[in-house]
């Protein structure tokens, strides 16, 4: 597991395991076989990973690196890796550095040169997306919203013309609360999908319009508990933006040839538009007063 066997001053490698998101089903022989090989694994929380360990009866030393002490304790595994050793980075669930510690560790080591590999799997962000049947091609992930109200709702707002497939990670204790701001701020129309204890027993989609969602998790006598993934279709893109854009270039097209001849206009619309100086041409003759 070594990153580069025929070099003489070899340094460790840090591997990124993901591990499961609820169902222990899903941690890959790979990741058992990582965590199994290395000297060390830093933890988000050595008690809760130290139960998957046991369960994979994997005996290992653990660290604790979590975002009140990351800075510290990366130093710590920086000099393990750099005198030789593997060492494995793991968080409570699913992918490390997704809305999880891990990325002062990765950063620092990237610049000290040292081999980063990643160990893939469960990442609840993807496990939503995949079974949610919103557009996939294009998607925004914004991790947790803000706690606040205000603050979230300013989030919100910023988001609100956003094409992309918009994608949170949220509480239990929120989850209403946020749906009722995405119907205010998006509209009681946009389509909100919900994925809920994704890979657990009482895994769930809510979907429809925001303004209707929250009736089917108040419905559900367990529907606010758990874990959630928010996902919210991108806005709508506006078909007359394109129109609206040629109205313009011809408006500008038209007081401009009343005051210039035709072909400095054509230059300069192109140059302001990016569109042909021979279309514009055209265009601009078109538009010139008799
Ligand atoms: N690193 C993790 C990952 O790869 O998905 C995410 C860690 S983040 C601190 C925890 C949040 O992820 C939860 O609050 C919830 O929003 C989401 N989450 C994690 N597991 C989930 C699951 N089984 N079902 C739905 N959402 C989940």
Request: hydrophobic letters at 40%; charged letters at 25%; glycine letters at 8%.
């Amino acid at each position: 597991m070594k990153s580069d066997p025929s070099s003489p001053e070899r340094s460790g490698t840090l591997y990124i395991v993901a591990t499961p998101i609820g169902n222990l089903e899903d941690l890959s022989p790979r990741a058992s076989s990582t965590l199994a090989g290395v000297s060390l694994i830093a933890a988000e929380d050595t008690r809760h990973s130290g139960r998957l360990l046991q369960f994979l009866g994997i005996q290992k030393p653990m660290l604790a690196l979590h975002d009140h002490n990351e800075r510290n304790r990366a130093a710590q595994v920086l000099d393990r890796l750099e005198a030789g050793e593997d060492v494995a980075l793991v968080s409570d669930a699913g992918t490390p550095l997704i809305s999880d510690p891990g990325y002062v560790l990765v950063r620092e080591a990237r610049e000290r040169g040292l081999r980063v590999s990643p160990i893939p799997g469960p990442c609840a962000m993807v496990a939503a997306l995949s079974a949610a049947g919103l557009p996939t091609d294009r998607f925004l992930f914004a991790g947790f919203l803000p706690a606040k109200r205000g603050a979230r709702r300013s989030a919100l707002e910023e988001l609100v013309t956003e094409t992309a497939t918009l994608v949170f990670y949220e509480s239990p204790h929120r989850i209403l609360e946020t749906v009722a701001q995405i119907s205010e701020v998006m509209g009681s129309g946009r389509e909100v999908v919900l994925g809920r204890e994704l890979t657990k027993t009482f895994e769930t989609f809510y979907a429809g319009p925001a303004g209707d969602v929250s009736n089917s998790i108040e419905a559900d006598p367990n529907g606010a508990r758990g874990e959630f993934v928010v996902m919210i279709h991108g806005a709508k893109r506006n078909p007359e933006q394109g129109d609206a854009e040629a109205v313009d270039t011809d408006r500008l097209l038209q007081l401009l040839v009343a005051e210039l001849p035709v072909k400095k206009v054509a230059k300069i619309v192109a140059e302001l538009t990016g569109r042909s100086k021979n279309e514009l041409y055209q265009r601009a003759l078109e538009l010139k007063p008799e």
